[in-house]
């Protein structure tokens, strides 16, 4: 069965540090990996998404993100924090073997303080 | 194009009592998506759509709730009777084919008093 953990419920970070916001993740087959942002009262937006290839993927605004397949990992890192990238954040899986149905995990809160 | 749209955004019922939504997809995609999340939970997944059928309705929690899907176009989801545990946010997405992402709705707030 598919399954995804975010392991930090918020994760605070200073304007202009980096930041890394954790996902692990577990499937059958081999992972498509996602990555979505939540702004208050709104739908999820997509940032960017792992299907095969180059393990670093580039988003929106200036996210990115590793996979790790050795770590079950797919961490979501931006090399200078705004305060408007402040929201709540969702790692997705699809195993490539198992349809459509994909997987959110619990969310993480950004928080970037001025 | 389009986004996803839902309505209503905000629904406030009392135990007992029946609420539909509706979910119209980005025109064009096959695959339609339900899901919920109760406060500070994951994102649950309820049924995925193709076109008018049901592909995967594993998460559908029990017989008190019934997606369709007319005609692959919008779809409705009805819970009746609700009970205090259906309160939370439902989310309705899409997708093209492949290895597209999901493209969601605001959401519906239910309330369930």
């Known amino acids: 069965a598919q399954s995804v953990a975010q392991p930090e419920d918020q994760v605070n970070v200073a304007e202009g540090n980096p930041l890394t916001v954790k996902c692990t993740y577990s499937v059958s087959g081999n992972p498509y990996l996602f990555w979505y942002v939540q702004y208050p009262n709104r739908g999820l937006q997509f940032l960017l998404k792992y299907i095969t290839g180059d393990n670093l993927v580039k988003g929106s605004y200036g996210f990115e993100a590793e996979f790790n397949k050795s770590q079950t990992s797919f961490h979501l890192k931006k090399p200078s924090a705004l305060v408007s990238d402040s929201a709540l954040y969702f790692c997705a899986v699809r195993d490539s073997t198992g349809g459509f149905k994909t997987i959110f995990g619990a969310g993480t809160r950004l928080f970037v303080k001025a | 194009e389009a986004g996803v749209t839902q309505f209503p955004s905000h629904s406030v019922i009392e135990k007992g009592q029946t609420v539909t939504l509706r979910c119209d997809p980005i025109?064009?995609?096959?695959?339609l998506y339900w899901y919920r999340r109760v406060m500070g939970k994951e994102i649950k997944f309820l049924l995925h759509f193709v076109k008018e059928s049901k592909q995967d309705e594993s998460g559908m929690p029990n017989n008190r709730f019934l997606a369709e899907r007319t005609g692959g176009t919008y779809s409705t989801l009805k819970v009746q009777p609700a009970e205090l545990e259906d309160s939370g946010v439902y989310f309705c997405?899409?997708?093209?084919?492949?290895?597209?992402?999901?493209?969601f709705g605001n959401g519906t707030r239910l309330t369930v008093t």
């Open positions: 997405a899409s997708s093209g084919q492949g290895t597209s992402p999901l493209h």
């Open positions: 025109s064009g995609h096959d695959n």
